[in-house]
């Protein structure tokens, strides 16, 4: 499915699509959003791109298998739940800055917690889909 | 302690990463660990000895009652100091008892592991904790025993081993949990004060019982006591460390930990001297029979478990007395038996004692071990351990509450004490008299490594055989206080006077002795007791364990055939059943049509919508449509999520829909082209399955809709997000903080779900690797 038009449509599409799913996640502690729906968000921009250019264009400019920002996301979760051990509080308690930060806002480990959900899910819906259709492509040639 | 209890963990962790550069080089570094903690909680003996308990707590998840609490009391200074002290010697044997080994390392791993998981067993003040690290020795156990795992029948030990032990697991986490329930609390030194509470509860029977499992299986009672000779596959220094010393006594030190909380009762007193007494009895007559050096000691052991558990059954101030000091009499005898024979199987490959003799000529030092621990298991008077342990269990029976019993009770400890006598004497000291075989001439003394710990754990029975006040002052008054619940003022001696205790300890050792010149063991009176095994409980609880299996193939063939539409029939019919039950249980439903409203015009717009969809779906032919269809009515579910204000909710399934078409894509790509397979029979279950589905869920909603709903939930979620998570957003809250656990899990799922997408597509192996 090679059609300019998409293609030229997703050069702009993916940094915005990514853009807004990182807001999704940001601001999802105080309105609708969050890492889930930010990660699949992000996920369907680059399927998209995929969609348009091939998914070997795709897998170029990811430079790494999306299998591994799964391990990378499942670390972060981790360190965000133990983190609050290390203070003597139990896991899972949520720890947060004093003062806000500038265009970010509130900065608590929940919100890591979110931000490793986030590569967790963009990990897993892009190897099952990619790894799929790599698969296909395979078969094809 | 918390960091002496992790040490052998992270040790252990250390292994994977380190583990084949310590294989040769700087394999000593192994030794250190032991010795240290060792001297750590040798240190604390000044301050248990007085008196005085030390406690540590560190939260861990405070909010389900799990927390690092420690305890270091007399109980658990005797097994720590055993645990290390044992340990130390033990480890010296294996670096060189398996040296050279390919797998040296993960060999010190596993025992660094069990090493961790046996302290964390007798330090922990939390129940729950306990549970978790008794788990762990089983689970190091099983390792061990299939160290060499390209033996069939290592691999068969340890899994007998693993699922007696970890079915015993289960029952005692049942029971566990029954006691924090009734109690209140997990903590084992607030149990006591809750000692009425758990013995006038109705479930007290059923605790004691499941307890009495979990116990029973660990520490290889009558009828589960068969996987301890299997375990015997486990190298030497594993037998000698985990299947005699430590692991299998973390029965005793739950029955011992608990015996001042729900112990002093019938039940408790007699289930545990009827079981107690029928192991000890059944194994020391077995051990006579056997052949094989390894088969005597596991019997042996068997039967001296049985002796502890019948003395905590007892439930006297002397039996607990003689408990304390036979736990560490019978540790260092049988220790060193197990590494003799470790040095006899490594030099002449035989533990056949039909075969050796003589040995004494050409390995003396281990000659002196071996008989030396083979005095002090027969109790040889005035100068072993042995001899206080035996003394004390005497007096033990001879003190019971119930006169009608004391000759009952002490004769059966008599002829259990007569067997190990002679039992003992043909592991240590058979293989050493005699004439020595021309084959065995050419043995050398081994490494200094392999002979120098059993001698010195030997010696240790002997030295502290002949001070005992000195023990009893330091380590074993303070146990005996601890499993008696009071003080029991016990002051050890050699030397009683002329007393009938004596008498008895010098019968047994005499008529013992003779035992021993009369019984020749040979391979024909193996055969003759192998004959009842049809009868063993071995083979009842093996049939039923492949009946189980039996069973459970059955039931997958069934339940699990692998098609897909199989599946979704099967959940949605359980479903439907399930909904249906609670409905027609509920009464009838009430609608009160009056309050319904006129539906909008675009809320009926996305219905039709939805039954065009519905009925595209169910008519083409083509699969690629029905996908596009299934799509069309994801969004518009979507758009009803929006009308109805849940935006997250609307967010996500309108992305989840695009990827899952996406994904329906691709995987139609790889699907051989549309027949129509369905028949018209076929078609109307599907239809009639389908639309009581419908309808089901249709009155369920009415009923919903209908009930005054309860706002609890939702309220408390809505007033505290703020307030304790700082977040706006409930929903996002509770994913992230509330339920975080939760949500960690499933990310945790989904990443398995990618991974076996990946590994089936991607990692295929050649059909050379297939098997």
Same mark, same amino acid.
């Given at each position: 499915m090679k059609s300019p038009i998409l293609q030229s449509a997703t050069k702009y599409l993916l940094p915005i699509l990514l853009l807004f799913s990182f807001f999704l996640l940001l601001r999802g502690h105080y309105y609708p959003g969050g890492g889930f729906v930010g990660g699949l968000v992000a996920s369907i921009a680059f399927v998209l791109h995929s969609f348009a250019n091939g998914t070997e264009a795709t897998m170029k400019i990811l430079k790494h298998k999306p299998l591994s920002l799964i391990p990378v996301g499942l670390a972060i979760s981790t360190v965000s739940v133990t983190i609050p051990m290390l203070f003597g509080l139990p896991a899972m308690t949520g720890l947060w800055l004093e003062e806000p930060i500038p265009v970010i806002g509130m900065i608590g480990s929940s919100l890591f917690f979110d931000l490793g959900v986030y590569l967790v899910v963009i990990g897993v819906v892009l190897t099952i889909l990619f790894t799929i259709s790599l698969n296909n492509l395979e078969e094809k040639n | 302690m918390l960091l002496a209890v992790l040490s052998g963990l992270l040790f252990s962790i250390a292994m994977v990463f380190f583990g084949k550069g310590l294989k040769a080089k700087w394999s000593p570094l192994l030794l250190v660990l032991p010795p240290v903690l060792f001297t750590f909680f040798a240190s604390f003996i000044p301050f248990i000895s007085s008196g005085n308990i030390q406690l540590q707590h560190i939260n861990w998840v405070p909010s389900l009652g799990i927390n690092f609490d420690f305890k270091l009391d007399g109980l658990s200074l005797l097994f720590t100091l055993m645990i290390t002290g044992i340990g130390t010697a033990i480890f010296i044997y294996a670096r060189k008892y398996l040296k050279g080994h390919p797998y040296f390392d993960r060999f010190f791993g596993y025992l660094f592991l069990f090493m961790s998981a046996m302290l964390g067993v007798v330090l922990s003040n939390n129940i729950l904790l306990l549970f978790i690290f008794w788990e762990l020795t089983s689970i190091s156990s099983f390792f061990l025993i299939g160290f060499n795992n390209d033996n069939a029948d290592s691999r068969k030990s340890a899994l007998t081993a693993l699922s007696i032990t970890g079915l015993g697991g289960f029952f005692l986490l049942a029971s566990l949990i029954l006691i924090g329930n009734i109690a209140g609390t997990y903590t084992i030194s607030e149990l006591i004060n809750s000692r009425d509470l758990l013995l006038k509860d109705p479930l007290y029977p059923l605790i004691i019982g499941l307890l009495f499992i979990g116990a029973f299986t660990k520490s290889a009672q009558? !009828?589960?006591?068969?996987?301890l000779p299997g375990a015997m596959k486990a190298p030497t220094p594993v037998s000698a460390y985990l299947h005699s010393a430590t692991m299998v006594k973390a029965g005793i030190y739950l029955l011992a930990r608990f015996s001042p909380i729900l112990g002093g009762t019938d039940y408790w007193n007699y289930t545990l001297i009827i079981v107690g007494g029928i192991t000890m009895l059944y194994a020391s007559i077995h051990?006579?029979?056997? $052949?094989?050096l390894k088969g005597i000691l596991a019997y042996s052991t068997i039967s001296a478990l049985g002796i502890l558990t019948f003395l905590i059954g007892l439930g006297t101030k002397e039996a607990m007395i003689a408990v304390s000091v036979f736990i560490l009499a019978h540790a260092l005898y049988k220790a060193t038996l197990f590494l003799v024979t470790g040095i006899i199987d490594h030099e002449t490959h035989t533990r056949d004692i039909t075969v050796l003799s003589g040995l004494r000529k050409v390995l003396p030092p281990v000659a002196l071990a071996g008989i030396l621990a083979a005095l002090s298991s027969a109790g040889f !008077?005035?100068? $072993?351990l042995g001899f206080i342990g035996k003394d004390l269990i005497y007096e033990a029976t001879l003190t019971f509450s119930n006169p009608t019993l004391i000759w009952t009770l002490t004769g059966l400890a008599i002829v259990t004490n007569i067997g190990l006598v002679a039992a003992g004497f043909m592991a240590g000291i058979t293989p050493f008299v005699g004439k020595l075989p021309?084959?065995?001439?050419?043995i050398h003394i081994p490494y200094k490594g392999l002979w120098i710990p059993p001698l010195v754990l030997a010696l240790l029975g002997i030295i502290l055989g002949i001070f005992p006040a000195v023990v009893g002052e330091l380590i074993t008054n303070q146990t005996a206080n601890t499993i008696f619940g009071a003080n029991t003022n016990s002051h050890l001696a050699v030397w009683h006077g002329w007393t009938l205790v004596l008498f008895l300890s010098l019968g047994t050792l005499a008529v013992g002795s003779l035992l021993y010149i009369l019984n020749k063991p040979s391979m024909a009176k193996l055969a003759a007791i192998e004959r009842f095994n049809v009868i063993s409980p071995k083979t009842i609880i093996m049939g039923l364990g492949s009946k189980i299996m039996q069973f459970s193939s059955w039931y997958t063939d069934r339940m699990h055939n692998g098609y897909l539409r199989s599946y979704h029939l099967k959940i949605i019919l359980f479903a439907e059943a399930v909904l249906a039950y609670k409905l027609w249980v509920s009464g009838p439903i009430y609608i009160d049509f009056w309050s319904l409203t006129y539906p909008d015009l675009y809320e009926v717009a996305i219905v039709f919508v939805l039954i065009g969809a519905l009925f595209l779906i169910l008519t083409t032919p083509s699969r690629l449509t029905a996908v596009v269809s299934m799509s069309v009515i994801g969004y518009c579910i979507c758009l009803i999520f929006v009308i109805y204000s849940a935006p997250d909710l609307a967010m996500t399934q309108f992305t989840i829909d695009t990827l899952s078409t996406v994904l329906f894509v691709l995987v139609l790509y790889k699907l051989p082209g549309f027949v129509n397979l369905t028949n018209k029979k076929v078609l109307f279950r599907d239809a009639l399955v389908a639309i009581s589905f419908g309808i089901i869920i249709a009155l369920t909603a009415f009923k919903i809709w209908a009930e005054p709903i309860n706002k609890d939930i939702s309220n408390f979620y809505g007033e505290n997000a703020y307030i304790?998570? %700082?977040? %706006?957003?409930v929903v996002n809250v509770i994913l992230v903080d509330f339920r975080g656990i939760d949500t960690m899990f499933e990310t945790v799922v989904l990443s398995i779900a990618a991974i076996g997408v990946y590994s089936m597509i991607r990692l295929r192996l050649k059909s050379s690797e297939k098997e």
């Open positions: - | 009558f !009828p589960f006591h068969f996987w051990s006579l029979f056997r $052949t094989d !008077p005035l100068v $072993t021309q084959q065995f001439e050419k304790l998570a %700082k977040g %706006k957003n």
